[in-house]
């Protein structure tokens, strides 16, 4: 099972930008599919973005298309989430996630999951 640990989260003003990295341990790492879920209080996890195992595929939630990028370095067991134009309403804890091979936009299809990292945007 892949080992997962988020950082980079923080409080910024709309508009502004964060990068989120999810270090990854486990010799199998570029053998998952990775995603990107959030979660706000009171609030169902929800998708965010998805990159296959190759990374030449990536899905978004609408949501979040043209202003999140997800990315990965399988050589640094990394995967990336790039917000740029951030808005209040993508304040949520956010949670880095592997499933073997193939991806899903469903959170129950992901084994293995991140401890989360808050990312909190001002209006």
């Known amino acids: 099972q892949v080992q997962l640990v988020e950082s980079g989260g923080g409080l910024v003003q709309a508009g502004n930008s964060l990068r989120l990295s999810c270090a990854a341990s486990?010799?199998?790492?570029?053998?998952?599919?990775m995603g990107w879920f959030r979660q706000a209080p009171g609030k169902e996890r929800e998708f965010v973005a998805a990159?296959?195992?190759?990374?030449?595929?990536?899905y978004y939630a609408d949501s979040v298309k043209g202003r999140f990028t997800i990315s990965r370095d399988n050589a640094k067991n990394t995967v990336y989430l790039q917000m740029n134009s951030l808005k209040p309403e993508d304040t949520a804890v956010y949670y880095c996630?592997?499933?073997?091979?193939?991806?899903?936009?469903?959170?129950?299809?992901?084994?293995?999951w991140g401890q989360g990292t808050q990312v909190t945007v001002s209006s």
């Open positions: 996630a592997a499933k073997y091979y193939s991806g899903s936009t469903y959170a129950n299809d992901y084994s293995s």
């Open positions: 486990g010799r199998t790492f570029s053998t998952h599919a």
């Open positions: 990159i296959n195992w190759s990374g030449d595929s990536t």
